[in-house]
């Protein structure tokens, strides 16, 4: 029996904490100013957008927690450490969202039932500011979201933001120009609307890791073939493969090899290694060699 690798990588959360942390600072200065422009203006879908950064900010900084948990060392009891907390922090964070949706649908409707007097140019005003700032952190967190699930829910959120700034601006403009203060209840509910989509992916993402699934992309089927591939090997079997955190899977199975094979194993692990790591992408494998006939004697077996 042996492991690729030991359980400490550096997780592709880790890899993007400064990136958050300055996404992070980013957000909370656009959230005092969204409050406080919606005090100014009495514009609902500015303090629900305002509401909307602050759940954004607690989420990169819940983000940012995780990724300092996962960065704990592993222990005899956490042999793989903490690093699935971040996809527990994934998990959260769109949860979060999906009660901001209700938050905003709820205010909503009461300021479709008492509209109350709104100022456009300051909603065009600061939801500009926010729009700016939003684009800006997308930018720093764009390429940490194609490797980290954590980041990515980050990145989620910082987008909602400015999508939901660019309804702001819009309803602004309707009721600077126009008059109509209930543009400005109709683009609270846009907002709703916008975000729980994203959180859904986001949510059903993290569900499928928490549940330890095939990760996503990898057929096992198609790895089975590929070890069978090696002239020594007779069979493959319980074979799993699930994924710890962002860009961390891991994968064990049983490989059965003749007799007269076994007498030079580690040079048959650093092949089969060699070869997940390179074909499959997983840096963290264990397998354990048999002779024919052993699997006999194991317990409960998988394919």
């Not at 591939?229 to 799993?240: C, F, Q, S, T, W």
């Not at 860009?247 to 060699?274: F, N, Q």
Request: hydrophobic residues 55%; aromatic residues 4%.
């Amino acid at each position: 029996m042996g492991a690729g690798h030991d359980h400490g990588p550096i997780t592709a959360g880790a890899a993007n904490s400064r990136k958050l942390a300055l996404v992070l600072g980013m957000m909370l200065v656009v959230a005092a100013v969204q409050v406080t422009g919606a005090a100014f203006s009495g514009s609902l879908a500015l303090l629900a957008d305002a509401g909307h950064t602050v759940t954004d900010s607690f989420g990169v900084a819940l983000a940012l927690a995780a990724v300092w948990i996962a960065a704990r060392p592993a222990t005899s009891k956490r042999t793989f450490g903490f690093q699935r907390a971040e996809i527990l922090a994934a998990a959260v964070n769109a949860i979060v969202l999906f009660a901001l949706c209700a938050f905003i649908v709820v205010e909503a409707v009461d300021r479709l039932r008492e509209p109350a007097a709104v100022s456009g140019l300051g909603m065009v005003v600061v939801a500009a500011f926010g729009l700016v700032m939003n684009i800006v952190a997308l930018l720093i967190l764009r390429s940490g979201a194609k490797e980290s699930l954590n980041v990515k829910g980050a990145y989620l959120e910082v987008m909602s933001d400015a999508l939901a700034s660019v309804g702001v601006i819009t309803g602004g403009l309707i009721v600077w120009l126009t008059g109509w203060q209930q543009a400005d209840t109709l683009v609270s509910l846009g907002i709703a609307a916008i975000i729980v989509p994203r959180a859904w992916s986001l949510l059903k993402e993290a569900v499928h890791i928490l549940l330890e699934a095939t990760p996503k992309g990898m057929d096992l089927n198609q790895v089975r073939e590929h070890l069978m591939g090696h002239p020594a090997v007779i069979d493959v079997h319980d074979l799993h493969a699930w994924t710890i955190t962002s860009g961390v899977p891991v994968m064990s199975a049983h490989v059965v090899v003749a007799e007269e094979d076994l007498r030079d194993s580690g040079r048959m692990l650093d092949e089969l290694h060699e070869c997940l790591t390179g074909h499959f992408d997983v840096e963290h494998s264990t397998l354990q060699l048999e002779p024919p006939g052993h699997a006999d004697h194991e317990g409960a077996r998988h394919p």
